[in-house]
């Protein structure tokens, strides 16, 4: 069986009064991306959806709020999938780092660094 | 616009009637007093709410409510030629005329919440009343005045549920706090002096006694479905509705204007 990938389990709504962390996105003007604003406590997602706009909305600050129980968010911070030991430079825009293999092939042609693109 | 044009056009609008300013005065204090008491009256939770966010919430609902006041004694200060200022803070406790519902102190949470029941709800169905006015200045206010005070309905209604459904102390304290309520709930549509003006230019929609009814009809149903105490029908007696404020409202007076007190004349 393969193993699933491994996220915090998602905790079950107290809905009993109790207060519980809910993540709160905003966006500020219309064509935004939505970013992490903070984080509000509140029993439930009416009471939460309050306190977001309260709180990162009162001063006409946002134009879109998106309000995320933290136990629905599923967690990844697994270093093996996340940061494995090896080189994985090669997987980044920029590809391998050939500063070093171009220095040392110009000493061995002899040819100085270019200057620059002419004109 | 040449003058020519101008002076045809304004001799093209029709006569602007003229304003029942005695009557609109009275209208324009009562509701920037309400605003004004019930702003500094919830801000006293500022620091000591249930929790953190419900603290910021209504911290930040007082702070609306102080500016609608702000926008209201404005209004009224253009209309007598008067300060703002001066209206807001330097009057004595009984020349003020909010509605004797504001005059409880601020009790306790549950009392908090009911006082903002039966005013929200009550507000509503006044700026409901004004909004198709014909006194451009005020029908305008009260459009933007009417936006915000939407959220105001829905967070005091959601406050409002979880008291009721919450059963033992919650639902008791809600329930005790109603009950001392009930009979001052009305005292928002305690008639004014000239209300009649008002009605016939057009600028009130129908008399605070008949206001008083579409409150009670619109909050009847979430009442009784919650099996909480409804208000009286009886209409308000008599105009002391506004006055009289008693022992709570000179304490609350003499924190609000205690600055200003402090040094009078004093720019800020």
Known sequence: MTEPIPTTPRAPSASDGTLEPWEVFRQEKDGDPMRHGGSVMAPDAELAVHYARELFGRRQESVRLWVVRRADVLDLDDPDLLQPPLDRSFKKPGGFVMRDKLAAAREAAGQSKPKGRPG | ???????????????????????????????????????????????????????????????????????????????????????????????????????????????????????????????EALAGGSWAPLAGLVGKMAREERYHAMHIGTWLERLAAAGGEARDRLEAALTTLATDGATVFTPLPGEDDLVTAGILAAPMSELADRWRAAISPTLTRLGLPLPPSSPVADARGRSDHGEPFTWLWSEFTMVRRSDPGAAW
């Open chain 2, 1 to 127: 616009m040449t003058s020519t044009s101008r002076d045809l056009a304004e001799a093209e609008e029709p006569a602007e009637p003229e304003l029942p300013v005695p009557a609109l005065d009275a209208l324009l204090r009562s509701m920037a007093d309400d605003e004004f008491v019930i702003g500094c009256s919830d801000s006293e939770w500022t620091g000591i709410a249930p929790i953190l966010e419900e603290d910021i919430a209504m911290s930040s609902l007082s702070q609306d409510e102080l500016g609608h006041a702000t926008a209201l004694y404005g209004l009224l200060a253009e209309l007598i030629d008067g300060d703002p200022d001066v209206l807001a803070y330097d009057r004595e406790p009984n020349e003020y005329r909010h509605a004797r519902l504001l005059d409880h102190g601020r009790g306790d949470w549950a009392m908090t919440i009911a006082r903002r029941y039966l005013y929200e709800t009550a507000d509503a169905v006044r700026l």
